[in-house]
C-alpha cells in the first residue's frame, strides 16, 4: 500500500471494517458504539516535542485584529499536519490553538442560554415524561442525603476521614462503583457512606479564591461520585421489576482515570475528566477520545470560568477528529460548586445559566441534564443516527439519500481518509465506502457507475437569501460534461448527494440542519444556518502530497485547473475555493496520473452573481487571493482561483511536495511565505501584496526558498511563468499590471511594462475605461483572455514534464527517475543499470564509463563505480 505523507487526509486508517473482533461493545447502542472497533478510526499522531528554538506564532492571532472581521473560519487553525502546519513545533501550534480559543469565546460564546437544557431534553414525549419522573426520583433520593447533613453538623462530611486512602484512589471512582458491567444487570453497585461524603464535600464545599479554594485535583473525585451517584440511582429505577420503565438507557459515568493525555490526542493536552457509557469503560484503563460523550473541565471556584471554557474548547477538537458520527457536541465545567453545561455548535458556543450544587435548584438541574443525556435519542447528545454500526455482520453503514428522491442507498464503510480538524466549520468528512448489495434496489436512484466510491459528509453554509448548493452543481456539471472523455476522473462524479434525512417530530423525517437541532427552543436562531450535506461521488483520490515528483505535481495539476476551466466556460460555474486539500491525484488512469478538482461547496453560479461586491469571503487563507482577502469591491473572477494556485505551488516548493522531500528542521519563522498565515486576512493580504508586487521581488521572498532538490527548478520556472501570465502579461498595459502603487525594478519584463511596448494587435485591456485604475478591477475586466494565457502556459510545463518522465521501452509505462539525490540510489547505480541493460532501456552515456558532472557511472566492464564526490550538482535523467 501506498505510503502517504503525514497530512490530515492520509493520516488516517485504512484497515477494512470486517477484519475486527467481536467483543462486548457490541450492546452498544449503534451510534455511540467504540469507531476503533471498526478498524476505520483515524490514527492521529502527535507530533514529538521540540526544544527548537523559535518565536512565537501567537502573532497570526494579532491583538491588533479587527474584532469585527475575525469570524470563525478565519481563526481556525486546522488540523496538526496541514500544509501550513508541517514545519512548525508542537509548541507553536499549541499556541494558535490556545489563541483561537480565546478569541472564540471572546466573539462566539453565549452565556447563560436558558434554552441549551432544552435541546438534551428527548424529543419524544413519551420519553420526556419518563426523564422528568426519574429526575425527580433521583433528586429525592439526593435531598434525602442531604437533608441530615445540613439540619446537623455540616462541617462533619469536610473533616479528615480517618480511612486509610492510597493516591491512587483519588484518582479514581470507587471500584464498588465499576463493577457493574452492564446496566441491565440485576446486581447493581451499592454505594456507601464514604462515597456518600465524596460528593457531600464537593456540595458543601465554601466558594474561596485564590490561595485558600481548593486544589483541582481534590474535586475530581468529589465530582464524579456525584455524577456516578445519578447513573447508579438511575439504573436502579430502570431495572427495578416494581417500576415500568424503559430498559433501554444509557449509563453515563466518569472515566477512572483523572488529569491525563487522552487517547487520540494530536496534541499533549490533559483533560481533568470524561463523560462516557458505563459499556465503554474498563476499570483502569486510559479515557479514549472515541467513547467520551463529553469533557469535562474543572476549576477551583467561579473566577476561572472563562479559562475552564477556553480549555473546553480546545478538547473539543479531538472529540470531533475520533468520533465521525458527532454532529456536535457537549461539554461541562465545574467551577467550585457551579456546573456549566456548554453546547458546541458549528459557528458557536451555547453556555446554560450556571448549576449551583450547593442549592437544591442546582442540584434539580444538573440532575435532569444527566438523566435526560441517559434517557434522550441518539441525535439530541450529537450522534448521527444514520451512520450506525451492524452488531450482525460487524462494519459500519452509510445512509446517503438523492436529492428530489425518496430512497435511500446503504454503503458499507471500508475506510475514513479524512477527519474533522476543528471545532466550527463544515467538520468535513470523507469516507472509502462500497455500495451494500442485498439492499432492496429502488428504480428512482440513480444507478451506480462505480463499485468503490467517496462518501463526503459535510455541514455546508447556507447563506441568508444564497442558492448555492453543491449536489445542484455536482448535478448539473454531470450533465453537461459527462459525456466529454477528456475531462472524466478530472471531477467528481456524483452517484447521488441530498440534506440528511434526520428522526423528527411525530415519526416524521426532517432534514438535519442547525434550526433542526434548535428547534423547540425559546431564543433566537443563530445568524449562520447550515445544511448536514451527504454526497457519493468517484473516482476516488489521494491527496496531492501524494505525488512522487514534482513532474507529477505539474501533471495533475493542470488536469484540475482545465477541469476548472471547462466547469466554468460550459456550466457557469466558478470554484472559488482552490487549495491543497482540494486538488486530488488520481491514479490507474490510461494516463498513469492524473489530477482532479473537487469540493464545490463555495462554488458560485455566476449567472446568480449580479452585484459588484463579492458575495463573502470564501478559501483558505495562505491560499486566498488579494483581493478575497481584503474583500474589495473587484468581481470574483476566475483569475482568484488562478493565484491561489501559484501561492499553491509557491508553499510546496518551500516545503516539499511529498513527505521524502519534507525538511521538519527548518525553521519557518525565518521564511518570508510564514507571513502568509500570520495576522488577519487584511495584514496577509498586505504580505501578498509585497510578495506580487514584481517578479524580482517574488523572486527574493519566496522562490529563492525552494527546496534545493532534483525537479524543484521547474516548478520554480512554473510559478515565475503564471505570475508573469496573471501580473504582467505583456497583452495588457501597465496600468494592469502588478498589484497598484507598485515601483519598477530595472529587469526587462518591467521596463516593457513601464514602457508600454505595444504587442502586435495592439493591448487587450484598451476597451477597459481609463476610470478604473485599480489593476486587479482591470483584469477582472478581462479574465476569459488571460485564463486562456495562463492554461497555455501551464499545458506546456505539463508536456514538458511528460516529456522529462521516462518512458519503458518494453512495457511503455513510465517509470521512476533512476539519478537523484537519494545515497542510497547512487550506491546501487550500477545495478539499477544492470538491470535497465537486460531490457534494452538504458541510454548508451550510461554504458561508457567515466563521470558525467560528479555523478559516476558504470565501468563498462563491470567494475566498482568510480567514488562519489559528493551530491550531484549536474544530474542527468533516464530518456
Known sequence: MTTFPYTPTSCLGNTPVRATKRDRSESLSESERPIKDSGITPQRRKRPRSNKSASSKSDRWSASDNPAKITPHSIRTGHINTTTNLMSTMSEIQEERVEEARLCVEKYFTRDDSDVLNISRPRDRARARLADKLSMLIYNRLEDIIRPHELGDPESINRPNTSHRTRSSTRTVRASSQRSKSPLSTTQPTLTNETHQDFLRWIHTTQSIG????????????????????????????????????AKYRSIVPCSSFDINADGADDYTRIDMALTNRETIKEGAKPRYRDMIAVVEVKRSQADQDSAFHQLFMYTRNIYANQFNRRFAWGLTVCGTFVCACLFLHDNIRASSTMDVSTPAGRKAFVSLLVNWSICEEERLGYDPTIRYNTRDRYWEIDAFDKDVQGTRTYICDSIIQDACSVFGRHTRCFTATLKQEQQTNSNLTPTRADKVLIKDAWAHVAKGSIRDEVAYLHEIRQKLGGDKSLEGTYPYLEA???????????????DTTQHILQGTNGNMPEVQREHRRLVMSPIGEPLQSVNSVDELIVVTYDAMAAHTAILKRCAILHR???????????GLSSGIGGMLIDFDNAIHVGDFTGTHRPDRTGTLPYMSICNLKESDVKRTALDDWESLIYILCWLGTIGVNRNDQNESVNMDQLQISSWQRGNAAVIAAAKKVHMTSLATLNNGILCNFRNLLGYEHLGELVASLYCQLFDNPRVSSRSRGCGGRQFSGNLLNNMAQMNIVPDGGFIDEAISSEITDPFA???????????????????ARDNALER????????DTVEQIINRDLAACINFRYIIKGLREHSDVPERFIRPGHTGNVPAVASDGGEMAPDDGYPTRRQRTE
Do not use: W
Request: proline share 1%; net charge positive; glycine share 4%.
Open 778 to 796: 482591470r483584469r477582472a475586466e478581462i479574465a476569459d483572455e488571460l485564463s486562456k494565457d495562463l492554461l497555455a502556459v501551464l499545458k506546456l
Open 211 to 246: 490561595k485558600n479554594a481548593q486544589k483541582e485535583s481534590k474535586m475530581y473525585h468529589k465530582v464524579a461520585a456525584f455524577i456516578q451517584f445519578v447513573a447508579d440511582e438511575l439504573s436502579k429505577k430502570c431495572d427495578s421489576k416494581s417500576t415500568k420503565m424503559l
Open 805 to 812: 518522465r521516462p518512458v519503458s521501452s518494453t512495457t511503455g
Open 497 to 511: 448527494g441530498a440534506v440528511v434525512r434526520i428522526s423528527g417530530t411525530s415519526n416524521r423525517y426532517a432534514e
Open 577 to 587: 475555493d482552490i487549495s491543497v486539500n482540494n486538488i486530488l491525484v488520481c491514479r
